[in-house]
């Protein structure tokens, strides 16, 4: 639902009472800059929402507070959307997507040249979400959310034990570090699938012979990996 379609034609009252039906209505919520329609969310009195997605929002502290209390209240939630969402409260969102076990795919899509509060959310949250042995997360996008090589390693140490079968971390700041520590983890890793590194800095800002270094640690944990069908 895109705000611009119902702006000038409901009142306010109408589109909390919209949100409200949709909310025990629906399995899967898609909302495009429909900030408000998101609000009256927070007080539906019963959700059977699978799936959400918002797409182009600013969320302000309140709103993220909002949003934070309303992910353990859609149970199951299988699926969690953010394409180019500006967070300034972060920090609220940490603890629900930490504790989102019932999460099958976490896809998070921002500017390339991000501000730090998707980068910052992801560190404290997913590793965490990955290391809860009930979690049953499969895919994962972190796409262009400025993710670095101490945050993107944090994930790594995880993936030997998640269930992920796919991982796309295109559009990112992952240096050589990290892509080595991921070559690393290669040949213990049993459930990844797929993986996309496209557009990551060790491709375009690798320093002399680094770029072989990594190419030839990549190939070694290849050989030693019988999941990944796709890198």
């Known amino acids: 639902m895109d705000n611009s379609n119902i702006e000038g034609y409901c009142t306010p009252d109408e589109r909390r009472l919209l949100g409200e039906t949709l909310a025990c209505r629906t399995a899967s919520f898609w909302l495009k800059r429909s900030p408000d329609i998101l609000d009256c969310l927070f007080t539906a009195p019963k959700l059977e929402i699978e799936k959400i997605r918002l797409d182009h929002m600013k969320l302000s502290t309140v709103q993220c507070e909002g949003l934070g209390r309303l992910i353990p209240r859609c149970c199951p939630l299988k699926c969690l959307h953010f394409f180019y969402i500006h967070l300034e409260g972060p920090q609220m969102l940490v603890e629900p997507i930490s504790n989102a076990i019932h999460l099958q795919k976490l896809l998070i899509r921002g500017e390339s040249v991000d501000d730090g509060s998707w980068r910052n959310a992801v560190h ?39 269930r992920l079968a796919f991982l796309d971390l295109s559009y990112n700041r992952i240096e050589f570090e990290g892509i080595m520590a991921f070559a690393a983890q290669l040949p213990r890793i049993k459930s990844l699938k797929e993986v996309d590194f496209w557009r990551n800095h060790f491709y375009h800002y690798s320093r002399p012979g680094e770029y072989e270094i990594h190419m030839a640690a990549l190939v070694q944990g290849m050989l030693e990996n019988y999941s990944i069908e796709s890198l």
Do not use: H, W, Y
């Not at 796409?143 to 101490?150: A, E, H, N, Q």
């Open 124 to 162: 404290d949250s997913v590793p965490r979400l990955l290391q809860n042995p009930q979690n049953q997360l499969q895919k994962l996008e972190l796409v262009g959310i400025s993710l670095g090589d101490r945050r993107f390693m944090a994930i790594v140490e995880q993936l030997p034990t998640s």
